[in-house]
């Protein structure tokens, strides 16, 4: 007998899985530097445009695809047309990869997380060099934050040539990180439905926290005030928009096949709908929520960083010029060096080129974002909290939260499909697949626990899944759309869920959404080709700064591999089907 | 008379010590900083007080145990406060080694610094590096015995899993090898028109059509 088909145990686990999914690091470290560089609180004009005209549509219909399909990617695809099974097999092959990067973050979170339990906090100070009159030189260059992130943590190599060996560290936190996920997916929805409940909602409690502490921090309303505060011309840059059309793109997670793969646990009759306008909004709401708390991490930094700067030019006069101690003070700093200017102008000549003039606009400019926020920027703001451990612990569990919320969505990608093929099921237990799974990611994941394994990790990052995904949505839109019928799709969803589909859904799906893909693909395209050739950043240990550099030969093949073989999927996909097609119809007909 | 004397004295005393002469340090110290509202005035007295900590280092040093406070000269005190000092030999026409002031001082830095309420930062002898506390090191990193206790934890609830899952198969496989006498073996078969199973067809959105009776009720109960 057929088993039936694993299902969650009730809605809310499946719109908690959905969340747990879609809100990830990216609305934590990406969402607050778009908003900053693209007109603060303006940007939030095209970011709820294109939620509503973008973010929501799309959702749904990854959603009602897998509802209605009650398979995998796949599966899903194959029974749309059996053309289109290519699709399926891209992301999947898209999800693997993800999964593959995705979880060194893990690793370094748990890192973290583990080096939190210490007072005080390793990355706060420098350690000592040789003879121990001084600090290390390295971390003297740069600060102690990036020195602890880029040496201790990475022990990262000066180029990407430079491999360097496994470093046994990070090696075991990804192992770790692959235990834990496979601990969750373990079973299938009944282990994973029970996770999600943690994974969606911890996050919150620790922001919610998070935000009452950053609130009343020193300085926090300067950056709150400089980042919120809209500028308006931003709205006529054409990269604004498409910046945020991008970011509610990749932050919902489509084209992955997670979506997919959780709406087809589903019962036939739950109303995607609702669930999919929940989802969107709540992941929208919550990239607002972390970029309120972000910025009033931001503005103690600057704050705490321009009051610094100002100490050490006080000192630096104070000493040059023997004046009374405590006699000069950030308020009579400017009058006093004028003074100091006409009076003495040698000596003061003398001392000029050490003199910075402190700012704190230019330390509220720095935007940062990715792996250089959550682990320098934020653990340098954590470092001058009291109580530091608390928070920091709070905050690195957090970010394992969420990443491994967006674990359990990638691996499901992978893993329906793959128990849906009767092939594999029958002779391996669920288990089994899962386990093969993790191990062949982890195994692949050593490699970025090498020294260069930082740049192997920013390529994948930045040229897995864009281009791949904005075509396998573009072709799933299409798909649904003209190949299948809207009004095929529309009635099978009357019939499953038992309500009309408005006409809103109908325009967005059959005609605006896609000229919106099609748009950022021709942009991303033409950005690639009109930058010529790539470039990464690399850390200098010397200087103590990341240099730019040129990507050698090899990388950029690596690069054109990874965009090739998961877009070649789909064309290949139908090509295979039409062949074995084609060698059907030559065979004496079988079954009449 | 004494008045050549005293000049000459004078004299020397300016040559010996003087910013940037030979075998001179600088010392800075910013006693508001470190004490706030605390701060003592610097007078004569702590002056006194200064060329007694560096006499007393001196005298620590093999062959220099005759160092005396009136060989310990200062000069140049500025507002900050600064100065700069000398330790001459009891002749007082040379002043001792920069480098046996230096290791004296080092040696002796925390008492120096003790006497003053000051540390390290506030009480500073320029071209004297300060020896910094080592950072605690314990035997085994902090984090292994953290890592260790949740891997651990893991490793047991995924085995915990893994063969709770095995048992509940391998009951389910008992079950229905007893009860396949009882049952009619039709209902265990994959229903199957055309050579497709019926299961997969309902993914094709067939509608269950009521007007056909089920298999179960075609045959009255007894």
Redesign the interface.
Known sequence: MEKARPQWANPLQFVFACISYAVGLGNVWRFPYLCQMYGGGSFLIPYLIMLVVEGMPLLYMELAVGQRMRQGSIGAWRTISPYLGGVGVASVLVSFFLSMYYNVINAWAFWYLFHSFQNPLPWSVCPLNGNRTGYDAECEAASSTQYFWYRKTLNISPSIQESGAVQWEPALCLILAWLVVYLCILRGTESTGKVVYFTALLPYCVLIIYLGRGLTLHGATNGLIYMFTPKVEQLANPRTWINAATQIFFSLGLGFGSLIAFASYNEPSNDCQKHAIIVSLINSATSIFASIVTFSIYGFKATFNYENCLNKMILLLTNSFDLEDGFLTASNLEQVKDHLASAYPSKYSEVLPYIKNCSLESELDTAVQGTGLAFIVYSEAIKNMEVSQLWSVLYFFMLLMLGIGSMLGNTAAILTPLTDSKVISSHLPKEVISGLVCLISCAVGMLFTMEAGNYWFDIFNDYAATLSLLLIVLVETIAVCYVYGLRRFESDLKAMTGRALSWYWKVMWAGVSPLLIVSLFAFYLSDYILSGTLRYQAWDAFQGQLVTKDYPAYALAVIGLLVASSTMCIPLGALGTFITRHLKRGDPAPVA | MLWPLFLLVTAIHAELCQPDAENAFKV??????ALGDKAYAWDINEEYLFRAMVAFSMRKVPKRETTEIAHVLLCNV?????FWFVVTDPSKNHTLPAAEIQSAIRMNRNRINNAFSLSDQTLEFLKI?S??A??MDPSVP???I??GV??CI??V??TL??LS?IWQ?RRKNMEPSEMVDTEDKRE?M?TVE??I?C?SLD???G?INDAFMTEDERLTPL
């Open positions: 800075r110290l910013s006693i508001k900083t500025t507002q900050r406060v600064s590096p020896t910094l080592p950072p902090i984090w292994i953290i890592f949740i891997f893991i490793i609830a995924t899993l893994i899952g198969s265990n994959i055309n050579g199973p299961d993914a094709k959105g509608h």
